[in-house]
């Protein structure tokens, strides 16, 4: 039932990389990582749970701040090393930052550059610390 | 001058994942890998060069095929430990199968399905083997 999870190439540290998009702006997100076990559970939850690396567990997205992505696609790419999800971004917000999108900042003039607004303040998105 | 890419913490490969996404139709393309070097060529040709990690050596985009990509905008995650390219596609084809995205699989009842066209065989593609 599962063979769908063997195809994945899983790395050296049995994770495999994550592009997460917004599916109605298309606006790429994230770029986080998944473990098999991530990877089973947003395929069963529809919601999308990476696995973290500086925490070292899974990390059900939205657990902390509410901003839980609900999946509605997940595809891989040629050589099975990626995957996208497809997601409806809950409280329109996927960074820790109160961004939008972790890609908030552009390079100009050989600078990165603040491009999008902060649309809430972390502070109030979080009770205690930084988490997304 | 290129203060800009020590603000990227490398990884212990000396890398950094780069999602590419096609500036018109906000598709994602392709995830791959960039290192120092060719991150700054990138900014400077203004045309994407990655690191091929089979090849272990940079590899200018369409170097082949042909498929070129022509880089719009260039950004990085709150983090820095990833980079997003918004291109223009040259060819419309970003895959070394001929699909305009490598992600043209689609979970669907516990498989991986394609779902997209090939747009152009492979063999007309390369003359010689597989390359991108």
Chains 1, 2 share one sequence.
């Not at 790395?11 to 997460?20: H, W």
């Not at 990582?33 to 059900?60: C, D, G, I, P």
């Not at 997940?74 to 990626?82: G, H």
Request: proline share 2%; with cysteine; net charge neutral.
């Amino acid at each position: 039932m599962s063979d769908w999870l063997d195809e994945v190439p899983w790395n050296e540290q049995g994770l495999v990389a994550v592009v997460t998009q917004d599916a109605s702006s298309s606006r790429v997100l994230t770029v986080a990582w998944m473990n098999r076990e991530a990877l089973q559970q947003t395929a069963e939850k529809k919601e999308a749970v990476y696995y973290s690396r500086s925490k070292k567990r899974l990390w059900h997205k939205g657990e902390e701040s509410g901003h839980i992505q609900k999946v509605r696609e997940i595809r891989i790419d040629c050589d099975a090393d990626a995957v996208l999800l497809k997601v409806e971004q809950v409280g329109g917000i996927a960074c820790h930052t109160g961004h939008e999108s972790c890609f908030f900042r552009k390079l100009e003039n050989g600078k990165w550059v603040e491009m999008d607004p902060v649309l809430k303040d972390p502070k109030l998105i979080y009770k205690k610390g930084k988490g997304t």
